[in-house]
């Protein structure tokens, strides 16, 4: 069936769907339309009975970039980046957490930023050859977001986690593998 979202594929084989984030171009990286669009997509298979399981990828060369650091709000002013990470990805993110079905990311090339917290949230995780996590934030002065940080110290410990992220290591799959 064809999807109804702009940048969201959603596809069902049998009891699994495949929820794809879909701006290959832009290597998926999270704009006010994508984060809206996974929202309503994971919500619409997290209720949907005939699926068992639910695979979150990314289309293209990446599972995402990150954020797209090109998408500006109208209203600079206003803005704060709080409400975007508290109204727009927290729930989506919360969604696949206490899902009642498994969600298995299946990360290709850059799973990056905001997008490494999608990758990492989920309940197992499959990474191709050339995939990588990637907390991109120490290159723009943050810290990771999206409860990265919170995944990063439960799966490799306060050093290790404090390491990827002060020092913005691309971990590999084989090293993923290699620290659990």
Request: hydrophobic share 45%.
């Amino acid at each position: 069936a064809m999807s109804k979202y702009e940048t969201v594929l959603v596809e069902r084989h049998g009891a699994v769907a495949v929820v794809s984030l879909n701006r290959p171009d832009k290597l998926n990286s999270f704009h006010g339309p994508l984060r809206r669009d996974l929202l309503l997509a994971v919500r619409e298979v997290n209720e949907d009975d005939t699926v068992r399981v639910v695979i979150l990828t990314g289309a293209g060369r990446a599972f995402s970039a990150g954020a797209d650091l090109a998408d500006m709000p109208e209203d600079k002013s206003t803005f704060r980046v709080e409400d975007q990470l508290n109204g727009e990805y927290k729930p989506a993110l919360m969604a696949i957490h206490e899902a009642t079905k498994p969600w298995i990311s299946a990360i290709n090339g850059a799973c990056a930023g905001i997008g490494s917290a999608f990758g990492m949230v989920c309940d197992l995780t499959v990474m191709a050859d050339d995939a990588y996590i990637y907390q991109a934030f120490a290159g723009i002065s943050l810290v990771p977001d999206g409860g990265a940080t919170w995944h990063l110290v439960r799966t490799l410990g306060r050093k290790r986690a404090y390491e990827v992220i002060a020092t913005g290591e691309k971990i590999r799959a084989d090293k993923c593998l290699q620290w659990g």
